[in-house]
């Protein structure tokens, strides 16, 4: 046990000189805990559930290494063990999981649904579901294929003794169209999974077909449309972040018939992810140069607009000159805002380029920067997303407790705590 303390001793003084930690007047910071390494490709989101970190995969711009899940034990928060990997696929990479707790007749356990996209031509595209009750022996139930593509963001909703799975599949309502003129399959679909081992569709939704609104005429122009990129929900609804169209806000109370009930409006281009937070707010993330969050009252119908959080300029250019480099410009989203999670009066977001930053929302119409996480600068081995050679590049964040975990495409799984004073 000795040793064991030596070693976490020797590891916190190593972190706490690989960081840079920004903070507020009232001195709020980031506390490094641990870090592991994922070698052998780049990282995807990261889900933390029950002590253990279940860190995504993503492709490279070229590889496709199938990573899959990797678990991580935060039995000790400062010497993170990798116990297990799922999801290893060949010709997949898995971006998104999350994991909940479910009890349905079937089933009663944690369970994981991971978002599977192909590679190639001919590789399995959907999502896959996984027993992790024992984080250590995850056990494969069900792969689910979609088309036209695979799922790119994914969520798991249990209800009562029901559980479902929400997936976007981008701009499938175009994709799959037989004439380019009539929506095909819709973008955001309902799978019940209530017996994991045997998912069935159960609804979907589409803006093209429901609303009479197009999606982009072009597919190839990634950042311009209206399509489902990610969900969330709360188990009567669901929180479709659709790209252009902002966030639409669905009644799924009956799964096989979603009903419209509002979106956001405004400066709502490229609406990447939301999250929901108490009291009935609603956080949406934009995917642009700088990146932008804005926080939302949740109604009976559209949201209710009441603040937009950007990054102070002193915040970005002290990033800029930690990591070398100039400032960024056209579609360069180094700098983007990515995903945000809320726990009480806290915004955690991951910003790519900037790291991980923290803003206190205890009053939604002026949230405040609070502090920042900035993981030493890693080499890019395909350049996928840095400007340079090295850079950070945080691609999830997730908290549970006091415990807060990173994902950096690059550096693999951080473990921080927030000190607020």
Same mark, same amino acid.
């Given at each position: 046990?000795?040793?064991?303390?030596?070693?976490?001793?020797?590891?916190?003084?190593?972190?706490?000189?690989?960081?840079?930690?920004?903070?507020?007047?009232?001195?709020?910071?980031?506390?490094?805990?641990?870090?592991?390494?994922?070698?052998?490709?780049?990282?995807?989101?990261?889900?933390?559930?029950?002590?253990?970190?279940?860190?995504?995969?993503?492709?490279?711009?070229?590889?496709?290494?199938?990573?899959g899940v990797r678990v991580f034990s935060l039995a000790?928060?400062?010497?993170?063990?990798?116990?297990?990997?799922?999801?290893?696929?060949?010709?997949?990479?898995?971006?998104?999981?999350?994991?909940?707790?479910?009890?349905?007749?079937?089933?009663?356990?944690?369970?994981?649904?991971?978002?599977?996209?192909?590679?190639?031509?001919?590789?399995?595209?959907?999502?896959?579901?996984? &027993? $992790?009750? /024992? *984080? @250590?022996? =995850? !056990?494969? #139930?069900? +792969?689910? %294929?979609?088309?036209?593509?695979?799922?790119?963001?994914?969520?798991?909703?249990?209800?009562?003794?029901?559980?479902?799975?929400?997936?976007?599949?981008?701009?499938?309502?175009?994709?799959?169209?037989?004439?380019g003129k009539t929506p095909g399959k819709p973008d955001?679909?309902?799978?019940?999974?209530?017996?994991?081992?045997?998912?069935?569709?159960?609804?979907?939704?589409?803006?093209?077909?429901?609303?009479?609104?197009?999606?982009?005429?072009?597919?190839?122009?990634?950042?311009?449309?209206?399509?489902?990129?990610?969900?969330?929900?709360?188990?009567?609804?669901?929180?479709?972040?659709?790209?252009?169209?902002?966030?639409?806000?669905? &009644? $799924?109370? /009956? *799964? @096989?018939? =979603? !009903?419209? #009930?509002? +979106?956001? %409006?405004?400066?709502?281009?490229?609406?990447?992810?939301?999250?929901?937070?108490?009291?009935?707010?609603?956080?949406?993330?934009?995917?642009?140069?700088?990146?932008?969050?804005?926080?939302?009252?949740?109604?009976?119908?559209?949201?209710?607009?009441?603040?937009?959080?950007?990054?102070?300029?002193?915040?970005?250019?002290?990033?800029?000159?930690?990591?070398?480099?100039?400032?960024?410009?056209?579609?360069?989203?180094?700098?983007?805002?990515?995903?945000?999670?809320?726990?009480?009066?806290?915004?955690?977001?991951?910003?790519?380029?900037?790291?991980?930053?923290?803003?206190?929302?205890?009053?939604?119409?002026?949230?405040?920067?609070?502090?920042?996480?900035l993981a030493r600068p890693e080499a890019d081995p395909?350049?996928?997303?840095?400007?340079?050679?090295?850079?950070?590049?945080?691609?999830?964040?997730?908290?549970?407790?006091?415990?807060?975990?990173?994902?950096?495409?690059?550096?693999?799984?951080?473990?921080?705590?927030?000190?607020?004073?």
């Amino acid at each position: 046990m000795g040793r064991r303390l030596l070693v976490a001793g020797l590891v916190a003084l190593a972190l706490a000189g690989a960081a840079l930690a920004t903070r507020d007047e009232r001195g709020a910071r980031f506390e490094v805990l641990g870090h592991a390494a994922a070698p052998g490709g780049y990282s995807g989101d990261v889900d933390l559930h029950r002590g253990h970190a279940y860190l995504s995969s993503h492709k490279g711009a070229s590889a496709c290494p199938a990573q899959g899940v990797r678990v991580f034990s935060l039995a000790n928060p400062r010497l993170p063990k990798r116990v297990a990997t799922f999801g290893r696929i060949a010709g997949t990479w898995t971006e998104k999981t999350i994991v909940r707790h479910v009890e349905t007749a079937s089933f009663r356990g944690e369970l994981a649904v991971t978002s599977l996209q192909g590679c190639g031509e001919g590789s399995f595209q959907g999502f896959a579901l996984y &027993d $992790v009750t /024992r *984080p @250590a022996r =995850p !056990r494969e #139930l069900a +792969r689910v %294929r979609t088309d036209p593509r695979g799922s790119h963001e994914i969520w798991l909703q249990p209800v009562g003794r029901r559980a479902y799975v929400y997936t976007a599949i981008v701009a499938s309502e175009i994709r799959s169209s037989p004439d380019g003129k009539t929506p095909g399959k819709p973008d955001f679909r309902i799978m019940e999974v209530t017996d994991p081992r045997k998912p069935v569709e159960v609804g979907g939704w589409g803006a093209w077909q429901e609303l009479g609104i197009p999606p982009f005429a072009d597919p190839t122009k990634r950042l311009e449309g209206n399509f489902v990129h990610s969900v969330t929900g709360d188990g009567t609804r669901a929180y479709l972040s659709y790209w252009d169209l902002g966030t639409v806000v669905l &009644d $799924v109370s /009956r *799964p @096989a018939a =979603p !009903r419209y #009930l509002g +979106r956001t %409006r405004g400066e709502v281009d490229n609406t990447h992810s939301a999250w929901l937070g108490r009291n009935g707010l609603l956080v949406e993330t934009h995917e642009t140069v700088g990146g932008t969050a804005t926080l939302y009252r949740r109604t009976a119908g559209d949201p209710v607009r009441l603040s937009t959080f950007r990054l102070p300029d002193a915040v970005i250019r002290q990033g800029h000159r930690v990591r070398g480099i100039a400032p960024v410009s056209g579609l360069d989203l180094t700098d983007s805002v990515h995903d945000a999670k809320l726990r009480g009066d806290l915004a955690l977001f991951s910003w790519y380029g900037q790291g991980v930053v923290a803003a206190d929302i205890s009053d939604p119409r002026r949230p405040r920067f609070l502090a920042r996480f900035l993981a030493r600068p890693e080499a890019d081995p395909e350049k996928l997303l840095c400007p340079g050679n090295r850079c950070v590049a945080v691609w999830g964040v997730d908290v549970e407790g006091e415990t807060i975990v990173a994902s950096d495409l690059i550096g693999g799984l951080w473990v921080l705590r927030l000190r607020r004073g």
